[in-house]
């Protein structure tokens, strides 16, 4: 298995809906007596390498299975958006194309292509953007924050035609560090990316950046820190304060001495809601919140949240596992409470995972109620679990899917 590959594919086939960032598009009237239809996204290895899947699939339950063979295929890095109250639409964006393709269910829940907008124009080789790039405020506005040109891009997601001028993000850039773009929130008008930093010996950087997009007056405000590295995710708590977390592959590196010079200690900082920047008086440790190397921010319900974590005595890092170390199935989630004090307590009942915990929230049942769930992989990336966690006490398994899975969302 190629690692580059699966670290390539785990932060960037991501979704709008991981992390809770559903676009809050209006709901249209379904057919009369129309089934509830979602779409299982994933990805699968193979000997020829890395296909990516969406595949419609008619409820979130443990017996559900996923037809791979009835599914789109994509390629690795793709992007996909699914508006909050959907009647069957979604949106794709291409990793092998700069296009943005409106997908709707046709007959028989067969998803078509219903638009095209290409970005060619504006210089992008690719549509994938990053970890959550398509943000849909509304069926005529929406935006592409891509990470590669650092530009927020405006189009009509009904129309598929472009809107205003793009929005420069290019303060984020950093000279002689290469720069990773993480999940987006949003905080009304206003977007919320995250960015790290890495070393030409592909070490983190001591060095966190947020960039405030707020896209009606297409002001752009960046903030950094200096006391995190790798800050790669993001929980959001009731009151819509943001917390960044380093990764758990800091987690593995810090703990066996391979983080670089100087190391950065896996932690986490603070973004208050409607703030311009981050929070100066809030700093925690994750070791010392959990007794462990810990990472991988993880959302919850409410103000909880999650972390992975592992037994660095019964699993030491070394330099032969080190580059694989968050593929290994030796981490065990921990639930975090947000504030101002985060505790953080040992989840019973889910055993090992490897370390690339995903959260997603879905609407299921005829109520459409908003379920909030997390995903654990298993160690050979063969499947993916997810768990019911509204009640952060307990998690209920709810379905496995092959492969890589990110997440279910409702399509209609």
């Not at 709901?27 to 020829?48: I, M």
């Not at 950093?174 to 790290?196: K, Q, Y």
């Not at 929980?235 to 987690?251: C, I, M, P, R, T």
Request: glycine letters at 10%; a negative charge.
């Amino acid at each position: 298995m190629d690692r580059n590959m699966l670290r390539r594919f785990s932060l960037a086939f991501t979704l709008c809906a991981v992390m809770a960032c559903e676009a809050e598009l209006p709901a249209t009237a379904p057919p009369p007596d129309a089934d509830p239809a979602y779409l299982a996204v994933g990805g699968v290895f193979s000997p020829d390498g890395l296909t990516g899947y969406a595949a419609v699939i008619d409820e979130v339950a443990p017996n559900t299975q996923v037809d791979l063979d009835a599914a789109l295929a994509l390629a690795s890095g793709a992007t996909i958006a699914v508006p909050e109250g959907a009647e069957g639409v979604f949106y794709i964006g291409l990793a092998d194309s700069p296009v943005i393709q409106r997908y709707e269910l046709g007959d028989d829940n067969v998803p078509v292509v219903a638009g095209e907008l290409s970005l060619a124009g504006l210089g992008l080789q690719a549509a994938n953007g990053g970890r959550n790039p398509i943000q849909l405020f509304s069926e005529t506005e929406a935006y592409l924050v891509d990470g590669s040109s650092l530009q927020v891009i405006g189009f009509d997601p009904t129309a598929m035609i472009l809107q205003g001028d793009p929005i420069s993000i290019g303060d984020l850039a950093e000279p002689e560090l290469g720069l990773g773009v993480n999940f987006i929130h949003r905080d009304g008008t206003r977007l919320i990316l995250s960015t790290r930093y890495f070393r030409d010996d592909g070490s983190a950087e001591i060095l966190g950046k947020v960039a405030i997009i707020d896209t009606a007056t297409g002001d752009v405000i960046v903030d950094s820190e200096t006391q995190c590295a790798n800050l790669a995710t993001s929980v959001e708590d009731a009151s819509g304060n943001l917390y960044f977390a380093s990764h758990s592959s800091q987690a593995a590196r810090y703990s066996g001495g391979f983080a670089g010079e100087p190391a950065g200690e896996p932690c986490m900082v603070r973004m208050l809601q409607g703030a311009d920047g981050f929070d100066d008086d809030f700093y925690v440790s994750l070791e010392t919140l959990t007794g462990r190397p810990a990472g991988f921010a993880i959302q919850g319900s409410g103000d909880t949240a999650y972390l992975l974590t592992f037994d660095e005595a019964a699993n030491p890092v070394t330099k032969d596992n080190v580059d694989r170390f968050t593929s290994r199935g030796v981490w065990e989630y921990y639930q975090v409470e947000l504030g101002d004090a985060p505790v953080a307590t040992a989840v019973p009942g889910v055993g090992t995972t490897a370390a690339y915990g995903l959260a997603f929230r879905t609407e299921v049942g005829a109520d459409r109620v908003a379920t909030p769930y997390v995903a654990a992989v298993a160690a050979d990336l063969a499947s993916s679990t997810f768990y019911d966690v509204s009640d952060p006490q307990d998690f209920v398994e709810a379905m496995t899917v092959p492969g890589f899975g990110f997440g279910v969302f409702r399509v209609r």
